[in-house]
């Protein structure tokens, strides 16, 4: 098992990355204060992962809270029903509630455990690699709202994160690959090394070699871990870092209708849009985009925008992401693999001319 922390002073927390922790009740008791707990989990995960929990917290007095599977969900209603049901259940302040899931699990206990009695303590128990890697570490907690995806929520950090990393044995193919783009992105913004270990030990993660999958973990969580310590609340640009490949991506998920791209796949498909721009405006190089484009293929990840994506439509697309400030649209491009930064300052009909050759040459 590895170990790492998310400093942040009095709010600093664990990580915990190995196999079969779900078992462990030495590594969850220290992080219960008191008698009660509510593991909150949904339709698929709860008949996978209940019991065994369930099993390791026996000596507590434990509930659970199953709630329907998707990212449908993540809205007020779901957290609605979530306060309703701790309160029939007499929940108290020193209540601990838990997150058994993905990110959509996540976010949505995360949102009801800062809100429950003003807060409560909360426990990660990410189950799928994009959660582990990405979602549950960081505090941003909420849900979607109609007119906008993650629009209401709150910064709320856990008591501590588990990532039990045999929960992925159960996780669909296409899940795992999305996760990897998020894996991919940490060697891309700053981890030069990890990404060539990366290029060699792909097809190792992709067979989920328990050794390699628990490396890679370790080495993202310890950037994001790096990344929340410096800027928790995304106001000095270092987190902001972490949406590579997002704002192409967010328009293409929004373009293709949500549900039809998952999430990683279309950060994998706007991290080779990134590194073309980037290569464009002369920072990174032919050969470093080859490797970026190769990296991504092999993840078994799209690297070509959709056909239905011109440049028009991913210029209008993009114009209504979260980057755009003060009416100008903040990139993050590559200076270098293990190099981002966050970015106006470019020419925006190279851009446009850039969209246009990917999408001409599809
Ligand atoms: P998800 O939670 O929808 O999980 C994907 C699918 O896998 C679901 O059907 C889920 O039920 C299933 N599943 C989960 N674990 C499983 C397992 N071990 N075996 C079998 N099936 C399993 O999706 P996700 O990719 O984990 O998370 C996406 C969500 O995370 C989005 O809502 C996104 O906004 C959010 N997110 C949040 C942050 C953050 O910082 N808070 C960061 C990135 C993404
Ligand atoms: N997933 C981006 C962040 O946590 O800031």
């Known amino acids: 098992m590895r170990t790492l922390k998310v400093d942040l002073g009095s709010r600093s927390y664990p990580i915990y990355i190995g196999e079969n922790l779900l ?55 779901t957290i609605e029903s979530i306060f309703d049901q701790l309160l029939e259940m007499k929940c108290a302040r020193d209540v601990t509630v838990i997150a058994l899931g993905g990110g ?13 009695q003003r807060g409560v303590d909360f426990i990660q128990i990410p189950t799928t690699l994009l959660s582990q890697v990405d979602s549950s570490v960081g505090g941003k907690t909420g849900v979607n709202h109609p007119l906008g995806k993650n629009m209401i929520g709150a910064f709320y950090q856990p008591q501590c994160v588990l ?58 969580c310890l950037c994001k871990a790096e990344v929340v310590a410096s800027d928790e609340h995304e106001k000095n640009g270092q987190r902001a870092l972490l949406n590579l490949g997002h704002t192409f991506g967010h328009a293409i ?10 999430h990683g796949e279309a950060v994998g498909c706007g991290m080779v849009v990134a590194a073309q721009f980037s290569a464009k405006l002369g920072w990174l190089t032919n050969l470093d985009v080859n490797r970026i484009s190769s990296l991504i293929s092999a993840a078994k990840l799209p690297t070509q925008l959709p056909q239905e994506l011109t440049a028009d439509k991913m210029v ?34 190279l851009l446009y001319s850039t969209l246009n050759e990917l999408h001409n040459n599809t």
């Open 104 to 116: 959509v699990v996540g976010d949505i206990t995360g949102f009801a455990a800062a809100c429950y």
């Open 163 to 220: 990532a039990d990393i045999s929960t992925l044995h159960t996780l669909p193919k296409r899940e795992l690959s999305a996760g990897l783009a998020e894996v991919i992105k940490y060697g891309l913004i700053a981890k030069k090394p990890f990404f060539s270990w990366l290029e060699n030990n792909i097809d190792r993660l992709l067979e989920l070699d328990n050794d390699a999958i628990e490396y890679s973990v370790e080495q993202s």
């Open 316 to 349: 209008e697309l993009m114009a209504i992401d979260k980057k755009v400030k003060d009416g100008k649209l903040h990139l993050v491009l590559l200076k270098d693999i293990g190099e981002a930064v966050l970015t106006s300052k470019f020419n925006q009909d």
């Open 253 to 262: 998920e929004t373009g293709m209708g949500y549900g039809n791209w998952l």
């Open 23 to 77: 078992s462990q009740t030495n590594l969850l008791q220290p992080h219960i204060s008191g008698k009660q707990v509510v593991i909150i989990s949904n339709e698929i995960v709860a008949p996978l992962y209940m019991k065994n929990l369930l099993t390791t917290l026996e000596d507590l007095q434990a509930h659970k809270i199953i709630l329907p599977d998707g990212e449908s969900y993540k809205t007020l209603a």
